[in-house]
């Protein structure tokens, strides 16, 4: 601890300003609480809703198993915060420790922390996005506004992407019975997150669900009835689908453009920081005050050739939260690196979907356990001779052991003889993920920046 | 009350669906749904569902007290 004290006084009666009051805000709040954190706290936050839990919103919301105002996160300790709910943050000050928000206050602080996260990207067509019926998932209201339709009984819904949330949307709107149609760019559903081999097992899963699944194609434009209604979908293939509803499910954006000019490095694809959490302004100097978590940030991993990943994942938001908030209050030397494998699951389909470590990193793919056309089965993700990655398709109980593998940089193809001794556990084939210039929708994992094999740095000027 | 579960953890024990099932349900072979917002009444059988979580992925609010939106009403 410094000679001067300063980390006391931080923690007695310094001031830390929360931006972004989601699961990551939530989450570092308690850690500085718990961590000793005696001073003001505020949790700046544009929805007017305190922390709710989003993977519902697009699983047991949509199957009425639940309703989307039940989501509000639990909480582990008394936060005696200051909540600014319904405020967003509009602009920050670096030199002089402020940030704006858009009722025009300001509020100042010792110590900031951004979880701004992402949001649902719209339809790119301003008109058709207003149309009536055209929906996105990501926040509460969202999530409300698209279940009321649903029980309704939609004659058709048009989900427009096939990434994670497109595809539990899909699975949803089948368990309701209701007619769904999807449209994906890709070769597949799931294609830039798992690659075109496990891709084919979700469409094959969709297709048998009774999905009218439409791949490699997009959506040209949609059109709306007299009174304003979406009423029709025009795809690239000539061909049209009459929907009453459709949901964009088309990925997210960072909300950055609060910092834009501000001097801080923030862009379109996040906040980069380092390994602590600590963001990077614009001159690629880290900052001692500013620090960063969630869905918005990305920090260079050690585990993976040190790039800057960004993970939209909860288990991401939740421990870098709380590696965030301890660094916040701690002398350099104490201070942890974010290290977490990341890991996400989806349940679609009836079939439970986990993965750790960067499945799309990997250039092969090896089914270790079960197999393919059982929809069983645990994939391994393999780059340079090494363990990656892996998913399972309903065997969760065995991802803790190659998650070991992955950690500890073990050799592809792994050097165990595989359990059940299928033909598929053989030998590896190519993974399948398609070319990165070519978008997908929704990957959730984005590699970019540096990496000791490949120096590419793109510098995204701030919009003045 | 509040619940959360980490279905990173989470590795379909189904155990929770036993002992809370009006908050627990499995879907499917091995995903699992719950309620995030349970009844109060439910409060002793999710206790007993935290406790028995094999992979421990279970998180209420804190079980000597009943946390409400009340925090969320300083909002301004």
Known sequence: MPADGYLERLKRDGRIVVVGAS??????????????????????????????????LSKGVLLGRTTPDHTALPR??????????????TGLDMAAKRVRLADGEEVEYDRLLITTGVRARPWPHEGEAGLDGVFVLRT???????????????????VIGAGFTGSEIASACRERDIPVTVAERG???????????????????QREHGVDLRTGVMVTGLEGDSAGRVRAAHLSDGSSVEPDIVVVALGATRNTEWLA???LGAGPRGIACDAGCRAFDIRGIVTDDIFVAGDVARSPHPLFGYQFLSLEHWG??????????????????????????????????????????????????????????????????????????????????????????????????????????????????????????????????TLSGYSPADRRMTFTPGRH | MRVVVDLNRCQGYAQCAFLAPDVFEMHGEE??????????????????????????????????????????????
Not at chain 1, 371 to 396: C, N, P, W
Not at chain 2, 44 to 59: D, G, K, N, S
């Open chain 1, 187 to 205: 070769a597949a559903p799931l294609v830039g997150a798992l690659g075109g081999v496990v891709g084919a097992v979700a469409a094959e899963l």
């Open chain 1, 76 to 89: 582990r300790t008394a936060l005696e915060a200051d909540w600014r709910l319904g405020t967003a943050a």
């Open chain 1, 23 to 56: 699961l990551a805000g939530l989450r570092a709040a308690e850690t500085l609480r718990t961590e000793g954190f005696a001073g003001t706290l505020t949790m700046v936050g544009d929805e007017p809703y305190e922390p709710y839990d989003r993977p519902p």
């Open chain 1, 261 to 263: 000019g501000s001097g």
């Open chain 1, 316 to 445: 991401n938001a939740v421990s870098q939260a709380e590696t965030a908030a301890h660094n916040m209050l701690c002398a350099s030397v104490d201070r942890r690196p974010h290290m977490w494998v990341p890991a996400f699951w989806s349940s679609q389909f009836g079939v439970n979907i986990k993965s750790v470590g960067v499945p799309s990193m990997g250039t092969e793919l090896l089914i270790s356990q079960g197999s393919l056309a059982e929809r069983r089965f645990v994939g391994v993700y393999g780059y340079q001779d090494r363990v990656i990655g892996a998913v399972t398709f309903d065997q969760a109980r065995w991802l803790p052991f190659y998650e070991h593998l992955i950690e500890t940089t073990a050799p592809f193809p792994p050097s165990f003889p595989t359990v059940d001794r299928r033909p598929e556990g053989a030998r590896s084939v190519p993974a399948e993920f398609p070319d990165p210039s070519v978008p997908t929708h929704g990957p959730t994992v």
């Open chain 1, 140 to 158: 509460r209201d969202d999530a409300t506004a698209l279940h009321k339709r649903l029980v309704d009984g939609p004659r058709r819904v048009l």
């Open chain 2, 31 to 76: 995903a699992l749904l719950y309620k995030p917002r349970p009844d109060e009444a439910f409060r002793e059988e999710v206790a007993r569902a935290v406790a028995a979580c094999p992979v421990q992925a279970i998180l209420v609010d804190r079980l000597d007290e009943a946390v409400t939106a009340g925090e969320a009403s300083d909002a301004r």
